[in-house]
């Protein structure tokens, strides 16, 4: 899967989905606004994080394995089918809600200068410094990505069925 991030300023950006069949499930996912404010996007925190913890089914593996994160990340209308997206949604987001619940809190911890605090009941210090170092390296890819342009990240497969 590919989550593609749309630079619109320096505070906003936009978030879609380029999902592949072989290896996700469910249409691709129109860009839509995604929530701004800091110096990084709060979705690519979650990205970094997620990677770089393996975390199975925080948002990305939960979007990756056909959810929709709570409403958040929906297909095109031509491309729903809404029962059946529904019901793989809500199985998905119950599967993954721990892990959902640990992406938050750890991207709670990250500033807006973009360090990530230390809290020993939530990462260990190896945890911490993989966060640190994947946050670190996409705000550089983030910061170099101009107005208008698009930083494309690739999701690795872990192949979820659900």
């Not at 380029?18 to 979705?43: A, E, F, Q, S």
């Not at 095109?76 to 998905?92: H, I, T």
């Not at 990462?123 to 996409?138: C, G, K, M, Q, S």
């Not at 342009?149 to 690739?154: D, M, S, T």
Request: charged letters at 35%.
């Amino acid at each position: 899967m590919k989550v593609i991030l749309l630079r619109l300023d320096e505070k906003r950006y936009e978030i879609g989905l380029r999902r592949d069949g072989r290896h996700d499930i469910g249409p691709d996912v129109p860009l839509r606004g995604g929530p701004g404010g800091g110096p990084l996007p709060h979705d690519l925190v979650h990205f970094a994080i997620e990677d770089a913890l393996g975390i199975r089914l925080g948002i990305f593996g939960q979007l990756a394995a056909g959810g929709d994160c709570g409403g958040f990340f929906f297909p095109a209308p031509e491309d729903r089918s809404k029962v059946a997206d529904a019901k793989r949604s809500k199985r998905v987001g119950r599967a993954g809600r721990e892990d959902a619940t640990r992406s938050e809190l750890i991207a709670a911890l990250v500033g807006h200068d973009a360090q990530v605090r230390e809290n020993p009941d939530l990462l260990t210090p190896d945890e911490h410094r993989r966060v640190e170092a994947r946050v670190a390296e996409l705000g550089r890819r983030w910061r170099a990505t101009q107005p208008g342009a698009e930083l494309v990240l690739e999701w690795p497969s872990r192949k979820l069925r659900l």
